[in-house]
């Protein structure tokens, strides 16, 4: 079907960006924006030059392509050949999109198991993930938990950084037993307004863990199709992923069920039948109840992101350092309160200033597990550069009593 210019399709004659991820990039001579595709519908990623960073702005299924070349005083032919190749790539909405979207899905279903992705980084193989994990383990200390698990917080930043938290945080299943995990993930990339479950499984390079099939067809009878939409967003969200390798290292295979939670300082603009936290978590805790065996509830996310990069005005010194602490261990107290209404209140309250991501899985894990004792493990800020343009916090909790 041809548009009104006669010669685009329609996708094209207004061309609309799909969520992608700029990284600047350089040959040493000209600079860059590599789009990287969260969804990772083709393994190419395409490289644009920097100056086409104004034309990808307006490319909101707003403009015309010829609207933008007057607008932009661009050529109509660069702009046809960059619609074109961000097309055939699946990052424009549209049909060539929408068939690599079903594609990609038919293959995991195939599959039965989400691609690998950041977990790669603990090594080439199982053992020599096992040997990372146990090294990073023994390098920690044991938090003595002295009440019964139910639940963790855990970071999802990258090990290396992160490690010492997430083995103190993961400490705390020693000698612990659990059937299943239930962990709650952010959908920070995903398309979905509300939660967004999967029948798929996850894997590490430590191997797979398959769903739980009765927890699963629990969630299916109760929410219907609503809760597995968009469960491709669960591709784009790396937190999940993340606790699998510490969970077969501590727990060795138990099944698992994958869920992201929205953030509850967003408001849904999606029109379709959603599944709210508030009726997830009514039915998850009626699941829970039903099934035999016991299951761990985890939640995963990062705590305050601030400097430049976070659009803040200057550079991270001792001084902002020692404010964002302050700012994540006001709202972690509220966590440790236990009490979910009161640490979304909080974090609200500040209109969420200190950028957390994750606070719909922290409140979720609370509201599931309403635990009597939760306890901070650790917490620890990471600098992404030697310039203080970026930092992101961590940290781990367990909760249960």
């Known amino acids: 079907m041809d548009s009104e210019s006669g010669n685009r399709a329609p996708h094209l004659e207004r061309p609309h960006l799909r969520r992608v991820l700029p990284r600047p990039?350089?040959?040493?001579?000209?600079?860059?924006?590599?789009l990287q595709d969260p969804f990772m519908l083709v393994p190419?990623?395409?490289?644009?030059?920097?100056?086409?960073?104004?034309?990808?702005?307006?490319?909101?299924?707003?403009?015309?392509?010829?609207?933008?070349?007057?607008?932009?005083?661009?050529p109509t032919e660069a702009l046809d050949a960059l619609v074109a190749k961000l097309d055939e790539l699946g990052l424009l909405w549209g049909p060539t999109a929408a068939d690599l979207e079903q594609a990609r899905r038919d293959a995991i279903q195939q599959d039965g198991c989400l691609p690998m992705r950041q977990s790669s980084m603990l090594g080439k193989d199982a053992e020599a993930g096992r040997d990372t994990l146990a090294a990073w383990m023994s390098a920690s200390e044991d938090p003595e938990v002295e009440f019964e698990v139910h639940g963790l917080f855990a970071p999802r930043f990258d090990y290396g950084p992160a490690a010492e938290v997430y083995a103190g945080t993961y400490h705390a299943l020693n000698g612990q037993q659990f059937d299943r995990v239930l962990i709650l993930g952010n959908n920070q990339l995903g398309f979905g307004d509300g939660v967004v479950g999967t029948r798929w499984g996850f894997q590490s390079p430590l191997g797979r863990l398959v769903p739980d099939a009765d927890f699963v067809d629990a969630l299916e009878e109760r929410f219907g199709d609503a809760l597995f939409n968009d469960q491709l967003d669960h591709i784009a969200s790396h937190g999940i992923e993340m606790q699998v390798p510490w969970l077969q290292y501590c727990l060795g295979e138990?099944?698992?069920?994958?869920?992201?939670?929205?953030?509850?300082l967003d408001?849904?603009?999606?029109?379709?039948?959603?599944?709210?936290?508030?009726?997830?978590?009514?039915?998850?805790?009626?699941?829970?109840?039903?099934?035999?065996?016991?299951?761990?509830?985890?939640?995963?996310?990062?705590?305050?992101?601030?400097?430049?990069?976070?659009?803040?005005?200057?550079?991270?010194?001792?001084?902002?350092?020692?404010?964002?602490?302050?700012?994540?261990?006001?709202?972690?107290?509220?966590?440790?309160?236990?009490?979910?209404?009161a640490f979304v209140a909080a974090v609200k309250w500040s209109a969420n200033s200190s950028r957390w991501s994750g606070v719909?899985?922290?409140?979720?894990?609370?509201?599931?597990v309403q635990p009597r004792e939760v306890e901070l493990i650790d917490y620890c800020q990471h600098p992404l550069d030697e310039e203080g343009t970026a930092m992101i916090a961590s940290a781990g909790l367990v909760a249960g009593g």
């Open 254 to 264: 138990p099944t698992i069920v994958g869920c992201l939670m929205p953030d509850p």
């Open 44 to 74: 190419q990623t395409m490289v644009v030059p920097t100056a086409f960073g104004p034309a990808l702005q307006h490319l909101n299924g707003e403009w015309t392509i010829d609207e933008l070349a007057t607008n932009l005083k661009a």
């Open 267 to 341: 408001a849904s603009a999606d029109e379709r039948d959603i599944v709210t936290a508030a009726d997830f978590v009514e039915g998850v805790r009626g699941i829970i109840e039903a099934l035999p065996g016991r299951t761990l509830v985890v939640a995963t996310g990062d705590l305050s992101h601030v400097g430049p990069q976070f659009g803040e005005p200057r550079p991270i010194d001792e001084q902002r350092r020692f404010e964002a602490e302050r700012a994540d261990r006001e709202l972690l107290s509220k966590f440790t309160g236990g009490d979910a209404d």
């Open 360 to 368: 719909g899985a922290m409140a979720g894990l609370l509201s599931i």
């Open 25 to 34: 990039v350089s040959d040493g001579k000209t600079q860059g924006m590599a």
